[in-house]
């Protein structure tokens, strides 16, 4: 059951404090005059409060670019257990959460992924409100409204305070020593509350109609729109490892130079990489940047068959500031592929009704 | 806690036979249960430490306290794997995947299909049939390869060719060095003995080979009257991890790792990037 408190901004220290008392606390903090990034911070004053999407998504606490599995020494090999500690990941916009939800569904699947778990588990996740920028269109995905699986407590900006939803024990135990910081809401609270999140909604600069975004996947699958784009492809993988969703790994070893022994290693891959789909005797299944650009789409706006089968898109814009060539405008490609099922719509099955 | 799915069990080489060129069969010795239910078209995969991983097909009908892989030396962990003697150990991960339907099959009329190395997983298909020939009905094994030289399993299949209760079909496109001990092979491709082979719509069809082989066969088969109901085909990708998430085997929106390598062609259409390849 949630509950529903606010509390008064000039008290975010008390606040910052109470969740200091479970762990180390990791917020967006400014690193250039553009980007934002998630950093361990001190004091409440280092937090980039205004940053809406960070360099790397919060998928890294829990599923680091690089980490040990397996380790072996002479002839005795053994289970790696991750070293985890304690934190607090503020400042997670609703696309984020959405992402993590994702994740989650992922690492828990059979076999679960006992080093996504542990961190995962070890950690509150503190959601935070926010107004779309020209690039966020995570209401087109369906996920602008905070998924209440992901976080642990959920702070809306409402003017003065903040309207503070806490969804798990232990983020209520938080704040057990201090009653004073967290007020009951009153029929005001409750109106601003309802108020921000109609306004946010309307505040979308940019977006898409999903209903048919499966059709549009699969009916679309060789409109000359893939051939362009995937041209301009520099196969960078830049786009991956800033979404929020993406986990595809490779496995390495990483032999000790002076005894006999070392680890195995995880490490992100990208199924944008030119070899990602090769097999042996040389054979690639997705030779071309255009192959793999359309793979990467359909895997973010169709989602696979098997084994969870939901998009995973969250509309974050991520890889639309980052790519290099200006070919991830999802929204501009979304827009391009459904003007062309209205155009000709006698051919494809998906008019067959 | 839960165990580690990225956790090897160890396997000693107990003997390495060379088959043909840069090709060996390894017999390795398993120190606990856990392939014990291995079935005919699973995969594994093989660790050499220091190196890395590979997937491999299971290639014996069977898996007790022993295991046979057949090994073609192609790449980096496979080069490794080549230097170690009889008596070392390596990692195995597993079994992992959908491998034939057996019970599908059971009654049936069977064509298996191998081209070049896809033979072993078919090996350990046909061994599973032999060891149980009475559930199943006629059985017509189908192999071809570039070189005559690069023949695998000479001697079974000498053994396998003087039975009544199967058809062999050997076809090489070159003739070329010793062939010892003999076996009567023909000119000529995989799709070539497809038409000479006495196959009707009764029959199912089991394939595996080199990726750029399955729509010739797939046309031969169509010819012959089988639905895409009936045919089976082992899909060639690069499982890294086995357990499905890593990535490497995505085929059109499934895991080769989990819902393969063996899939039923009607599963897979208006799949993209299933086939096709360059």
Redesign the interface.
């Known amino acids: 059951m949630e509950r529903f408190y606010c509390f008064s901004k000039d008290k975010f220290l008390d606040f910052f404090k109470a969740l200091e008392s479970f762990g180390t606390v990791q917020a967006p903090v400014r690193v250039t005059d553009q980007s934002f990034a998630f950093r361990a911070v001190k004091e409440p004053k280092e937090i980039a409060f205004e940053a809406l999407r960070t360099i790397l998504p919060p998928k890294k606490f829990f599923y680091p670019g690089r980490e040990t599995?397996?380790s072996?020494q002479g002839?005795e090999?053994?289970?790696?257990q991750p070293e985890i500690q304690k934190q607090v990941l503020f400042g997670v916009h609703p696309c984020d959460l959405a992402g993590l939800g994702i994740m989650d569904t992922?690492?828990s699947?059979e076999?679960?992924?006992?080093h996504y778990?542990l961190r995962r588990e070890a950690t509150i996740v503190v959601g935070l409100s926010c107004m779309p920028d020209k690039h966020c269109f995570c209401k087109s995905m369906g996920t602008d409204t905070p998924d209440s699986s992901a976080y642990d407590i959920f702070l809306t900006d409402i003017g003065e305070e903040y309207f503070i939803e806490i969804k798990t024990p232990r983020a209520y135990a938080l704040f057990e020593n201090d009653q004073l910081l967290l007020k009951p809401i009153t029929e005001e609270h409750r109106e601003k509350y309802k108020d921000f999140w109609l306004k946010r909604s309307e505040a979308f600069q940019i977006g898409f109609a999903s209903d048919n975004l499966r059709a549009t996947m699969?009916m679309e699958?060789d409109n000359p729109v893939w051939e362009e784009l995937g041209n301009r492809c520099l196969s960078c993988g830049n786009c991956v490892p800033v979404c929020p969703t993406c986990?595809?790994?490779?496995?390495?070893?990483v032999?000790s130079l002076h005894e006999d022994g070392?680890e195995?290693i995880?490490e992100w891959?990208a199924?944008q990489f030119t070899g990602?789909?090769?097999?042996?005797?040389d054979?690639?299944?997705?030779?071309g940047p255009v192959?793999r650009l359309?793979?990467w789409y359909?895997?973010k706006l169709?989602?696979?068959?098997?084994?969870h089968?939901m998009p995973t898109c969250v509309g974050c814009g991520r890889c639309t500031v980052s790519c290099p060539s200006g070919i991830d405008d999802i929204v501009g490609t979304v827009l391009r592929l459904q003007a062309k099922v209205e155009e000709e719509p006698k051919k494809g099955p998906a008019n067959d009704k | 806690m839960i165990s580690s799915p990225f956790l090897p069990t160890k396997a000693t080489i107990r003997s390495m036979i060379p088959l043909a060129p840069d090709n060996y069969l390894f017999q390795l010795q398993l120190s606990d249960a856990s392939m014990r239910n291995c079935r005919p078209g699973q995969f594994i995969e093989l660790w050499v430490p220091g190196v890395g991983e590979c997937p491999i097909s299971v290639c014996s009908g069977s898996v007790d306290g022993m295991m046979e892989l057949c090994i073609r030396q192609v790449g980096r962990v496979t080069t490794a794997l080549f230097q170690k003697q009889e008596g070392d150990w390596i990692g195995l991960r597993g079994p992992y995947g959908e491998g034939f339907p057996l019970d599908e099959y059971k009654g049936k009329d069977l064509v298996l299909i191998a081209g070049g190395l896809g033979v072993a997983p078919i090996r350990s298909l046909w061994q599973y049939i032999l060891d149980n020939r009475d559930d199943f009905g006629k059985l017509i094994i189908i192999y071809g390869m570039r070189h005559s030289i690069d023949l695998l399993f000479r001697a079974e299949f000498k053994i396998l060719m003087r039975r009544r209760d199967i058809e062999v079909y050997i076809a090489a496109e070159e003739i070329e060095g010793p062939a010892l001990p003999p076996v009567s092979l023909q000119l000529g491709r995989v799709t070539d003995m497809l038409r000479l082979a006495p196959i009707d719509d009764n029959f199912q069809a089991a394939i595996c080979g080199p990726p750029v082989m399955y729509k010739y066969v797939i046309k031969e088969l169509e010819e012959k009257g089988l639905t895409h109901q009936s045919i089976w085909l082992s899909l060639e990708r690069h499982m890294k991890c086995g357990v499905g998430k890593c990535g490497h085997c995505f085929v059109g929106g499934q895991f080769t790792c989990r819902k393969g390598p063996v899939f039923r062609l009607s599963d897979l259409e208006f799949l993209p990037e299933v086939i096709e390849c360059s």
């Open positions: 599995l397996v072996w002839n090999v053994k289970d790696h992922i690492f699947a076999p679960q992924d006992n778990l699969d699958w986990y595809c790994f490779d496995v390495i070893d032999a070392g195995r995880r891959d199924c990602f789909a090769k097999v042996a005797g054979f690639n299944f997705r030779p192959d359309k793979f359909r895997h169709h989602g696979f068959e098997d084994p089968g």
